[in-house]
């Protein structure tokens, strides 16, 4: 029976479309099991159902799935997709979202590197018989960050496969790189034929997204690795040893469900440990998004999974791939950057970053500089912002030109700039961006500066054109790589944030890692700036996204599931959650770069993970399939919706007990008070921790309120006699209205610590006062 939303859902493309005919992908959910024995096959019965709602010609099948979900994906007329939700066997039709790889460079790609490996199992055999699937943009399999040296037979629970396709030979896989497919029929069935002129009909990466995150979570040692010379070093991904399998599922056009869904189902029934997905969209309810049903059948059958939070920060509620089951991550910086900076004709310096690795500017020379979006300089709003065609050759040639963030890729603006003769470009953000800089590999000179570092270029420019005698000259000075910077971590400016749009009591994102300015593997034919007219060939490019943050929380689970074999998915993430940390290397609160000031729990979640600490937290949060489902119940789910997520028949009557969804034993705790004219509002949280520390060991609490919150706890000692022993404890919030206009908020975060002198286990207590409208 289909639900009411999925049908309501089918309803608005009908009443949002003029061309309701016009077919396309929905996801189809079977009854589990209701196979009639007349059809061999689940395919065959598949067809015969399409068949029956449109006797002339059957509609195309596009996936069948049948181990994360159980049903397949077909190209479907509205008034097809509105008779198959008729039959008895069908549970739910979704239809199809298209998503896209979280990184900066809209809407192509970005890079990253493993900077806080925090010494763990250097080249040991730790962790060399668990797989991680990730799932992308393909890979390039030549590259030394694949190589098999030294590493043992693939591992015998293996049941994946290398598929051929365009130049990708099966032999293309080794003992490192095990598993490559792809997946396409959802993405033709909405775009037509791709273009195999550029791009591959097979797992190999022509974009180079793909490759860059597998191996950041997995990649080899690899000396010397750098960029045009920028972060000269060693390269690493976070588990060296890890085996790695790539599920191609993302194209020019972006990656479409049916086809990530038909990843999902692959990864697992190959045999993964760990899933790595730096992708997403728009937030929608758990039963309309592949992602959160194809991750909740992962963990389900004990597979972990990690994805990006997005890259719509630094505004709140803009934190994706929320699902209480995903591990989702944001992205901090490391203390490396690029310096390149401006220098002014009043001697003035304004800081910058630049990845630009060509010929630079004549040393000593100042150029004449030039606004595009000034009335001189173009044509207004097009020009500002440098977009293709806008720049007047004769205005722009030989000088350095100022272009604004935005609507192009950042690179794209360079290569404008260039092919109307300019000699540079200083990139200067919005005041949306904020401070928050991320460098790039430019085509010519050019330079990144903050919305505060624009402002004054442009005040300069406006006063010194007004004088005859000094027009406007800068120049652009690169300063190679700097390292040991501080402070760091910092908020990365572009990391999504919270509150969780979906669920209110999850704090998302869960933690965050490295994801500014990374250094990892990129393939031959795709120029490091991800301009097709970039002919540059490199090994190693550096980038910056959520994408980039994803794989490091990737590679960690699986030297944590390694090192714990019996850990759940919800142990992996409780171990990152509990022992990150939220300062910097100043010993101060982290900042967020868009503002330059003290970031909060709906920027950080956690903190930001500590390897090292992750691999003995002492306790543990522990989350079963049936905790997630009663959660589900507790957020007013209906039984069809969970059962969409969860292929389960769910029971909400013993949920009530757990009392509200905020009770799901996740390691942070959230609440939301809407006032309605109440003056005292309280709540309560019921949490269950497993000692994985010592046998007899005793935990004492510490509390940091929220301001103006009231919080206890009970007990406040925890005393463990053996390992793997579960206590309960309880935690009350009680908290006064505060004065807000209507429809605004005001969050406050604390923390309840339980310590037994050796471990140290930390979890957000995140109070919302919300004034309804």
């Known amino acids: 029976m289909l639900s009411l939303l999925s049908f309501l859902s089918l309803l608005a493309i009908a009443t949002s479309s003029s061309t309701n005919e016009q077919p396309r992908t929905f996801i189809v959910q079977v009854q589990h099991d209701s196979k009639p024995f007349v059809f061999p096959t689940h395919q065959q019965w598949y067809t015969s159902s399409l068949s029956s709602i449109s006797p002339g010609t059957t509609p195309l099948l596009l996936h069948t799935y049948?181990?994360?979900?159980?049903?397949?994906?077909?190209?479907?007329?509205?008034?097809?997709?509105?008779?198959?939700?008729?039959?008895p066997h069908i549970i739910a039709v979704i239809p199809e979202r298209v998503r896209h790889v979280h990184t900066t460079r809209s809407p192509q790609f970005l890079g990253l590197k493993t900077?806080?490996?925090?010494?763990?199992?250097?080249e040991s055999d730790f962790g060399s018989d668990l797989v991680i699937g990730v799932i992308d943009t393909g890979i390039w399999p030549e590259r030394q960050s694949?190589?098999?040296?030294?590493?043992?037979?693939?591992?015998?629970?293996?049941?994946?496969?290398?598929?051929?396709?365009?130049?990708?030979?099966?032999?293309?896989?080794?003992?490192?790189?095990?598993?490559?497919?792809?997946?396409?029929?959802?993405?033709?069935?909405?775009?037509?034929?791709?273009?195999?002129?550029?791009?591959?009909r097979s797992p190999r990466d022509s974009d180079g997204h793909g490759t860059h995150t597998a191996s950041i979570a997995a990649g080899r040692y690899v000396f010397p690795a750098s960029t045009f010379g920028y972060a000269r070093g060693v390269a690493a991904?976070?588990?060296?040893?890890?085996?790695?399998?790539?599920?191609?599922?993302?194209?020019?056009?972006?990656?479409?469900?049916?086809?990530?869904?038909?990843?999902?189902?692959?990864?697992?029934?190959?045999?993964?440990?760990?899933?790595?997905?730096?992708?997403?969209?728009?937030?929608?309810p758990y039963y309309l998004d592949a992602i959160a049903i194809g991750s909740f059948g992962a963990v389900d059958r004990g597979v972990f999974v990690s994805a990006s939070a997005g890259n719509g920060g630094p505004g709140g509620l803009t934190v994706t791939n929320v699902a209480p089951w995903v591990t989702t991550v944001g992205a901090g910086t490391i203390d490396r950057d690029f310096p390149a900076d401006v220098k002014l004709g009043n001697g003035k310096v304004i800081s910058g970053v630049s990845l630009y690795g060509g010929p630079g500017l004549a040393p000593g020379k100042m150029y004449p500089v030039v606004y595009a979006g000034s009335s001189e300089g173009g044509d207004g709003y097009s020009s500002s912002l440098c977009l293709e065609g806008s720049l007047d050759p004769k205005l722009v040639g030989g000088k350095i030109v100022l272009c604004d963030r935005g609507i192009n890729s950042r690179a794209v603006k360079g290569e404008v700039v260039k092919k109307a003769g300019g000699v540079g470009m200083i990139l200067a953000n919005g005041v949306f961006d904020g401070e928050g800089l991320v460098a790039d590999c430019h085509v010519l000179p050019a330079t990144a500066v903050g919305a505060s570092g624009g402002d004054e270029i442009r005040r300069y420019m406006s006063a010194a054109s007004k004088s005859r005698s000094s027009p406007p000259t800068a120049t652009i000075i690169f300063r190679g790589t700097r390292v040991n910077v501080r402070p760091a971590p910092v908020v990365a400016s572009f990391s999504a944030r919270g509150p969780n749009p979906e669920s209110p009591e999850i704090l998302k994102p869960d933690v965050i890692a490295p994801g500014l300015n990374i250094l990892a593997a990129w393939p031959d034919k795709v120029g490091p700036s991800g301009i097709p007219s970039d002919q540059r060939k490199i090994e190693f490019n550096i980038l910056s996204g959520t994408s980039m943050a994803c794989p490091h929380v990737s590679g960690l689970a699986a030297l944590l599931k390694a090192a714990h074999p019996e850990w759940s998915s919800a142990a992996i993430r409780s171990a990152l959650m509990t022992t990150a940390y939220t300062v910097d290397n100043r010993?101060?609160?982290?900042?967020?770069?868009?503002?330059?000031?003290?970031?909060?729990?709906?920027?950080?979640?956690?903190?930001h993970v500590h390897p090292q600490e992750a691999m003995n937290p002492g306790l543990i949060y522990d989350i079963s399939s049936l905790d997630y489902m009663d959660f589900l119940c507790n957020s007013n789910y209906t039984l069809a919706n969970i059962q969409v997520i969860t292929r389960r028949n769910a029971?909400?009557?013993?949920?009530?007990?757990?009392?509200?969804?905020?009770?799901?034993?996740?390691?942070?705790?959230?609440?939301?008070?809407?006032?309605?004219?109440?003056?005292?509002?309280?709540?309560?949280?019921?949490?269950?921790?497993?000692?994985?520390?010592?046998?007899?060991?005793v935990y004492k609490v510490t509390i940091r309120p929220p301001s103006g919150t009231l919080v206890t706890v009970q007990p406040e000692k925890l005393v463990f006699r053996r390992v793997g022993q579960k206590l309960n404890f309880l935690v009350r919030v009680e908290t006064t209205a505060v004065k807000l206009a209507p429809g605004a908020s005001s969050m406050k975060s604390g923390s309840i610590i339980w310590a037994d002198g050796k471990h140290t286990v930390t979890s957000p207590v995140v109070v919302t006062m919300q004034q309804p409208l």
Not at 175 to 195: P, Q, S, V
Not at 248 to 266: E, M, P, Q, R, T
Not at 270 to 280: A, F, R, T, W
Not at 657 to 670: E, F, K
Request: charged fraction near 20%; charge should be neutral.
């Open 651 to 697: 029971d909400c009557s013993g949920a009530k007990r757990a009392g509200h969804a905020g009770n799901l034993n996740y390691p942070s705790l959230t609440v939301v008070f809407q006032q309605y004219g109440r003056n005292q509002m309280s709540t309560h949280f019921i949490r269950t921790v497993t000692n994985v520390g010592d046998a007899n060991s």
């Open 587 to 607: 010993g101060e609160q982290m900042i967020d770069e868009s503002t330059g000031n003290v970031s909060t729990v709906f920027d950080f979640g956690s903190g």
């Open 66 to 87: 049948e181990t994360v979900f159980h049903g397949f994906s077909a190209k479907l007329s509205l008034s097809e997709a509105l008779k198959l939700q008729t039959l």
């Open 146 to 200: 694949f190589n098999d040296r030294d590493l043992g037979p693939v591992p015998s629970k293996w049941k994946g496969v290398c598929v051929d396709g365009k130049d990708f030979a099966s032999s293309s896989c080794n003992r490192k790189l095990i598993g490559a497919r792809f997946f396409c029929n959802g993405y033709e069935a909405t775009n037509g034929k791709m273009n195999e002129t550029t791009e591959y």
């Open 237 to 284: 991904g976070m588990a060296p040893k890890a085996r790695l399998s790539a599920y191609k599922v993302c194209w020019n056009a972006g990656c479409y469900d049916s086809d990530i869904l038909a990843a999902f189902d692959a990864a697992v029934s190959d045999g993964v440990d760990v899933i790595s997905l730096s992708v997403g969209g728009v937030v929608v």
């Open 115 to 122: 900077t806080d490996r925090a010494g763990l199992l250097k």
